[in-house]
């Protein structure tokens, strides 16, 4: 079976220069691709680096709302310069009204100045939001949008604006995080996801799993616990389980999804 990682972030500081070791693991766990989203300018450069030494990667270059603060002032023409160094997405991009201390001032402004980006080449484009989803289904109604679609990752929202998000080209990204208990209203959410239209991801080193589904233990520097990219097939197991349904059932839907969203990158 083969695993796609709708979104992750291998490029993160916290893995400690462990990429290589990863990329292996996961190679060896059946990750076929990942999407490795970059998150300011300042982390463009590594996932460029990434995708140029593993095939694995398919990168995605983004401005993330917690780092707008950080952007220069040619922000968007270094973004289309590393969108033309190779085959790559735009993300991760979005909007947060949940982080303490975060302003909210700019971050439509960024946000529809990617999605116009990603419209114009047609790039997916992987979207984080929190507690702004009626704005962003606004924006995303109201804005051009890439033909081909884009990926609301790790979606939290609520079930009864599934059909909509949809209608408008989402696609929807399951996290091994929301394997929790705690995360059961997240969890059923998915239960109305269309078909052709599910996605799963590990948001490594982000978005851990219960102690009990991780494959993979992995630690920072710090001794902190990071989610390894190599738990993806955990991950499918266990909205397989969920869904009450086989990973191999499960599998071959994700990846006709996953490659009709990322075809030719």
Same mark, same amino acid.
């Given at each position: 079976?083969?695993? /796609?990682?709708?979104? #992750?972030?291998?490029?993160?500081? %916290? ?6 070791? @990863? ?34 990667? +398919? ?12 952007? $220069? ?9 590393? !969108? ?15 982080? =303490? ?13 990617? *999605?116009?980006?990603? &419209?114009?080449?047609? *790039? ?21 949008? =890439? ?17 909509? +998000?949809?209608?408008?080209?989402? /696609? ?12 059961? %209203? ?15 991801? $590990? ?6 799993? =219960?102690?009990?589904? #991780?494959?993979? &233990? ?6 902190? =616990?990071? #989610? ?5 097939? &955990?991950?499918?197991?266990? @909205?397989?389980?969920? !869904? ?5 059932? +499960? ?5 006709? #999804?996953?490659?009709? !969203?990322?075809?030719? *990158?």
């Amino acid at each position: 079976m083969k695993f /796609y990682d709708a979104h #992750n972030h291998l490029q993160d500081a %916290r893995f400690a220069g462990r990429q290589g070791e @990863l990329i292996a693991a996961c190679k060896k766990s059946g990750v076929a691709r990942m999407v490795v989203n970059g998150a300011c300018e300042s982390d463009w450069p590594q996932v460029l680096a990434l995708a140029r030494e593993n095939k694995i990667v +398919l990168p995605s270059f983004g401005y993330h709302p917690w780092y707008l603060p950080e952007r $220069t002032p040619d922000w968007k023409h270094t973004l289309g310069k590393f !969108l033309d160094e190779v085959p790559s997405a735009i993300g991760e991009i979005g909007l947060d009204r949940w982080k =303490p201390g975060l302003g909210y001032a700019g971050q439509e402004e960024v946000f529809l100045d990617q *999605l116009q980006i990603a &419209a114009g080449r047609n *790039l997916p484009v992987s979207i984080h939001c929190l507690q702004a989803w009626g704005r962003l289904h606004v924006l995303l109604r109201d804005h051009p949008r =890439p033909p081909r679609g884009f990926v609301l990752h790790s979606f939290g929202g609520p079930a009864e604006m599934v059909p909509a +998000l949809a209608k408008l080209g989402a /696609y929807f990204s399951f996290p091994g995080y929301f394997l929790h208990e705690r995360k059961r %209203r997240q969890r059923e959410t998915f239960r109305q996801i269309p078909a052709d239209r599910l996605l799963v991801e $590990t948001d490594a080193p982000d978005q851990l799993l =219960p102690e009990d589904k #991780n494959r993979f &233990a992995l630690v920072d520097v710090d001794g902190k =616990p990071v #989610n390894h990219p190599a738990n993806l097939a &955990a991950v499918y197991s266990g @909205l397989a389980e969920f !869904l009450g349904e086989t990973v191999t059932s +499960l599998t071959p839907r994700v990846e006709e #999804n996953f490659l009709r !969203l990322f075809a030719g *990158l």
